[in-house]
């Protein structure tokens, strides 16, 4: 076992290391015989490769989320890496066999993103709304700051929805001084709770799906739900005006109807939530798009775009 | 005082009766004088006036949902029938003032809509269901049999929530006569509480208005959380299959992103409550345009379906 | 020759039967040679397989419509079963070779079928109504029982026409009960032609297709030019009130102008009308997808419903 | 009486002219008075006035489609020119009391017209499709040369429905010149009957409205039967493969569902008419808004056009 | 003359003050007298009123644009205050005549947003867009910091184009500290000129319309010229990639081709200077709107933010 | 080598000929090697081919825009032709390796385009759109004459740019002699330039595809810098009347903000322009797709059309 990561190694270089299985689908090969079309995963990125002949016992020991250990050579089709598998099987108990270790992680240890929280809350000065946020975040812990923000859009990535909310905090905070009207309070409050629906969304931090709960409420009504419910425990009811305003910052951040808000902004925090939400997870996903591209080029077409294909300028950025 | 009604009072003649204000705005006129346009109403229709030269105390005295002794003459104004004002008081405590009184009603009393939602709950055999429906029906009891569907498009009138949900279920029987795959008991307890929040989105059966927490959530976000409260009042888990299940049938009802529903229907009953609800609405408000409308000639536009003119045929339709 | 069919036999089973061929394509394999694509039918269901290395003898033999002698082996793909096929005749004249003993029908006979739609037929109560339905549902009799309702859509299958008819003419007659200001005759009539012209715009039970008719106007208008030709035949004018009345249920029950309604509906029985063939439509897609969903997950996306993923509960459906 | 049209008079200048009304509404003055807000036509143009304190019997008399002999002054409103009446009277008997004498009318006489028609028939070298419109122009002669093309937008002038047509093969002439590929024959027989059917789905040429049949059918469809029934009358297929053809002509040529065709266009022929239809159109539309406006300004919003304002420029047009 | 402004008076007070005529329109009243319906404005901002039995030299002499002595009443109608007009004459030359005095302004000096852009204008450190930007603000300087940002929507006062472009660059250097993989010169300098072409566009800071220019090409090409003429004087290519960036910049700034960019946003930057428009333009809109609406109600349809009403909340909204 | 044409050959024929590579893509092979999936051309059209094993040598060899000797033998699969690729070798310096000796051109040749063209130019009596026009059409004369009207859409040849052009001109200047009205000069001036800015979108007349500056400004805009560009040369205001206008009509020509053009027609010529435009693009594309059609079936789906399939009748189409 070596300790370089997958995209580490040179193309035709052999490569013995341990790595994680994203995704698996068996296909039918030309000669009748079953195949596997795998995806790779550690934090160095996503690769692919195809597992020939593959027995049913292989293809019930190789599914997404197990960890395996990988031999085989990095190989190069049409400009995009992949993987020549020659042998592979799953770690033992003994071995590294987590898959939180191969996975991408946002770019703040979850300990700083909990202290910029923490610190955060202390501005949302009004009680009511200031109760209901801790009782949530402290509710929902432990998957605020592991799940991803999305299941392959912005943020797809462990911590995705704690970095995201951070990100989102961030801005809301520069835009709160330069316009003294907005309430601070309601702005961070939104902010915070926005997306925290996705722990119930969404399966978890590993090849992410949607839930049931998810698919049949989504986010939106979930975190709705547990906002009234919040509320019933914490003995403030859950139609003041305060609490309609915190409702209507979840229920409308989408900002159509189109996009899943049942009602549309009708409050000013309300509409500045959703521009920051879009301009972050613009940001994040023109970004990514184009750490892949050549200079010069333009982007393959990103889907949260419009599937727009954005330009990468030659000239130095910084000048 | 006389016994006859709005409408049974032919062109040109006096009357002498008491009547509901529905609306009444202030507007100036010509001379500089503020003036009032007004909306009456008793059970037999709406009728407009105006109310010359009013005084601020007129304007004080004279506001929607107060009942009036109207002196004044019916008229005719290409077509449509209004009231030459002639004198008007504000009813006395000892007189009939119950703004109830003049409103237009749905055709089953109160109590027979009572006995066939009665009837009907035994039919929602799942145990949660019929519980979660029960105590809601028992929360909103007085508003769900007086409270309007709508401020005002179809059964915009006292009792008509109730009434268009009894519709519904009847048709919603029939269906699941005929196609036994449906769940009668889903289909029921969806079609019981789809609008029920309309209780709390609407102001009240008269003059009716859209209330803060209805313009900030809807109706439908407020019913979604008003199930989750009853879940913890009946410690019913409120993410279990059978909940999530009820809840999805209350989000998804308007059938479309566009139509306010933040989910679409991906439930058989649920397509199924949808249709139903479209072709109740639908039937109510082409009968009540034709209702107005001259044999041979076409409808007012009717703004709830697509602003299209209905035709009303001549020759008899029934034969 | 065995007694069982297609979906009777297990994994891994060989069978020798008599089956249809559904479609046929010819495909190019790696090898450079052509191979067929093909799908098989028979009243339990479709399954698809592989024709390697087919001459083009075999491309001419083998053509969807073609009942052929089958020796294969049932096999399964990723859940979807199909068929490895070992080797294949056309059936000859003494053998079961009637493709319509293959494809699936509906669920009642044509006879029964006959006999509903003659019982509903007397109330029609509107001569000229009924005259020119009488007339056109015996003209095109045999196609209007045997005909699918679609190419690909609800309804797939022998009979599929005239059973949605039926359907639709259930749901009218409930309808029309419960709300005794729509006239019964006309929706009936409405009913029984709207989708008729099918069976000039499809090519017939097996292996349907567009015609150039059908694809140059498309059953409406085909329809409508039918019930003028009736009116000729009949000695009915064509542009009484009547037959107005009944061309626009025709013309008018996609609902929508861009659903090829060149006119949208304008009176109470084409509103019901349409909603009613949505509502028989739609419960018999989602039926249908819902009949290979394993409980608790989601159905393929239903091409008819705007592609969404419908679910499939775990709990009991009838309790 | 005088020779003079509404618009030769000056400003302040008076008038004793016979005028057709062209529309007359009734409504309801500050004074509680009825007035009607008329419009009068000859054919200098359309010009508006207001006939105050109207008894019924005024109502009755003064009614759209009357020639009236007016006394009255033309004035000046913010550079629209309006009449202030003093006094009118309907025209009698010996009087020029025929409508059709004071509406606007195409730019060709009927004759002109018709010859140009009958020489185009002859490039119809198809016998069926020659048949079929020699029996349909035949038919609808008188209507043809009189109706306008549309009740409000372009071409809505006596004789517009041929004008607009000849128009169109003027164009379809040298655009068959120009593409070889293109049916001379079908697209002559398809532009003579695109719109013919205008003749059963409008009133007439005077204070045009829609007939029921027009609303409930549309003119497209009209025409769909019509063609059905000369196909008839004149022992021709109506599904020969030249029908189908020329029935599509007619069918597509809105050129989307949107628009009300029920099937878009699928020939050759079908876009190039469609494409001439619109051409038509929108240069009359936008010559008809700019001649009333002034010079490095822009006019009204055009209906027909999206409701843009179109420019006229402040230079010589011609150079 | 006094030194109060409109907004000063109160309810049935005198008032004899200097204000501007921001709009007059001539209509005629019921006794055929035209009148003039008149806004005056001054900095307190905008009151109607009406002038009765208008001369032809009142219309000449109470145009927009002028400054009038009046001598008026400050009534209330339906909570819309407006003047009854007693008497009016325009300023002479020896009084306060420069309409500029009365219309409203940003809340910023000119010479502090010339310091604040001079500041900027260093951190544009790519000397090509640093020189375009600097020439073009040299250009068009006196427009930039006197024209409104739009003709009635948002920052529709004098100064108002300058300092909408203020706030975007605030807001640009915040997100540019943020990401910083953000470009910050190129952010900059897309933002100064996004919006310079209505120095072209529209027709100046009082009375404001658009130009011939503005309404046949748009400030989005008008800038795009500027910029290739700027090229050509400062001798710089204007298709090296530098300068393709920065006319992308403005071309795409609209966000959308139905918004009228003819491209979309390609480049981060674009996207982040797009999304910064948009909510800087927003916040402007829904805080004017609720400085005019009352607690615990909603505001006036605000046209520019798909005609929504928004909620004044009751609470404090600083806590 | 021969001198026949890729069309030229019998199915199962052997050919030896030079050939143009359209384009040619590499993918991997079920054996793991790479493969070149590859499209050949001269000017009797397109062909594939694949080209099996290939070494990165033959890869790099290979490429679109190369001329290569071909060996090989014409195949037939499904109907579509196809060739099996013997052996290739790219042709040297001293054999016909002039890739414009192998694409499809316009049906006229160069000298006569220019010809017709020059012939035109007299129309245009303006003498600023004259000088524009001119100045321009020979800034681009070489490009002019050899790029394609698009990158496969419609006119996707060589010379296609010119020839679409010159076809949009000959049906302008009937249009111009029907409708007096049109300024001939305007709409002939617009004509010519309205794509002239695919000289700079696209790459050139072989491998055609987008520059970096066609996809970040689009012709549009491009050309509209061009006129203003020219204006400064020619020491014509770029802002008088008469180049307003004719930069409207470039900017407007796509006819809606959603294809692209920022501002929508608001001249009669710009109308007419965009109108013609569509019309000849309609026509070549259908011609196109029909030209592959057998008689009686309907094209594949034309992309630029809607996706719609087109029919090819069966009856002779002159008779």
Chains 1, 2, 3, 4, 5, 6 share one sequence.
Request: hydrophobic share 40%; charged share 25%; glycine share 6%.
């Amino acid at each position: 076992m070596e300790d370089k990561k997958l995209f580490d190694f040179a193309v035709d270089e052999t490569l013995n290391i341990f790595v994680l299985i994203k995704s698996a689908e068996v296909r039918v090969a030309k000669n009748g015989k079953d195949f596997l079309s795998m995806v790779f995963e550690d934090r160095s990125g996503d690769i692919g490769g195809k597992f020939w002949d593959a027995s049913s016992e292989d293809i019930d020991n190789f599914q997404a989320g197990k960890v395996v250990f990988l031999n085989g050579k990095r190989e190069n089709y049409k400009g995009t890496p992949q993987i020549k598998i020659l042998s592979m099987r799953v770690a033992t108990e003994t071995e590294p066999n987590n898959a939180s270790l191969y996975t991408k992680k946002a770019p703040m240890t979850v300990s700083d993103m909990k202290e910029e929280i923490s610190q955060l809350l202390f501005d949302i000065t009004n009680p009511n709304w200031n109760r209901v946020v801790r009782f949530l975040i402290q509710k929902y812990d432990q998957q605020f700051y592991t799940y991803p923000a999305a299941k392959t859009n912005h943020h797809a990535f462990q911590g995705g929805l704690a970095f995201h909310t951070i990100s989102i905090l961030r801005l809301a905070k520069n835009v709160s001084d330069q316009y003294p009207q907005i309430d601070r309070s309601l702005l961070y409050a939104g902010a915070i709770l926005h997306d925290l629906g996705k722990t119930i969304e969404l399966s978890g931090p590993v090849s992410t799906t949607y839930t049931v709960e998810g698919n049949l409420l989504g986010h939106i009504v979930i975190m709705d739900g547990e906002i009234v419910k919040a509320c019933q425990e914490l003995k403030i009811s859950d139609s003041s005006e305060d609490i309609l305003l915190l409702r209507h910052m979840i229920v409308s951040h989408h900002g159509l109807k189109e996009y899943g808000s049942p009602i549309e902004p009708l409050l000013l925090e309300a509409v500045v939530l959703h521009d920051l939400d879009d301009l972050d997870a613009s940001i994040q996903m023109v970004t990514g798009a184009l750490s892949h591209t050549k200079a010069g080029t333009f982007s393959e077409r990103i889907f949260g775009m419009d599937g727009r294909n954005f330009y990468k300028r030659i000239s130095h950025q910084k000048e």
